[in-house]
């Protein structure tokens, strides 16, 4: 009898040991960014992007690689917004910029032209808070941002010259296609 409450009580262990180990583990993110998924209007862009990202372990930073080419022109900046597909959102984040950024804001890096890659790591301290969708700033709209990327009602931007609203997009957290 003694056996069989052990036994289910390791049994009873193991499960939820393996129902939160998910949690506890990184978790990578990426998208492929065309012309075609850009909005309010589609762009026919020979343009495109890869972003590739890593949440870390504890949920307090986001570590990420962004690569771009064949854009109509300069690029003027790219971000994170807070959107679902074929919808505009507003900026959650930025990941370069050669414009200048909210008061505010931790300064981003500067967009090399392309073809480029550019990498970094997201805090708490990068989030901008949009109060019209919810999002707050600091450590809570953080959490909002990793909620928002496991939705996918986040996406990539990268906006160039040509077409400042943006020239190519990709959803966070696509699948491939």
Excluded: W
């Amino acid at each position: 009898m003694k056996r069989s409450t052990v036994l289910t009580g390791v049994l009873a262990i193991m499960f939820l040991a393996m129902a939160v180990a998910p949690a506890a583990a990184q978790e990578n993110i990426s998208s492929h960014l065309v012309g075609y998924r850009e909005t309010p209007l589609t762009i026919n862009s020979n343009g495109f992007a890869d972003f590739h990202a890593t949440i870390s372990k504890d949920g307090t930073s986001i570590t990420y690689t962004e690569t771009y080419q064949d854009l109509t022109s300069t690029v003027t900046q790219s971000h994170i917004h807070f959107g679902r597909p074929a919808i505009t959102g507003g900026i959650m984040v930025f990941l370069c910029t050669n414009l200048t950024p909210p008061a505010g804001v931790p300064a981003p890096q500067a967009c090399p032209a392309a073809p480029a890659t550019i990498t970094g790591t997201l805090t708490a301290a990068d989030v901008i808070a949009l109060p019209d969708q919810g999002i707050d700033s600091g450590a809570a709209g953080f959490a909002e941002l990793i909620q928002g990327i496991r939705a996918r009602a986040t996406y990539v931007n990268v906006h160039t010259v040509n077409h400042p609203g943006g020239e190519i997009r990709g959803v966070l957290d696509e699948p491939n296609d």
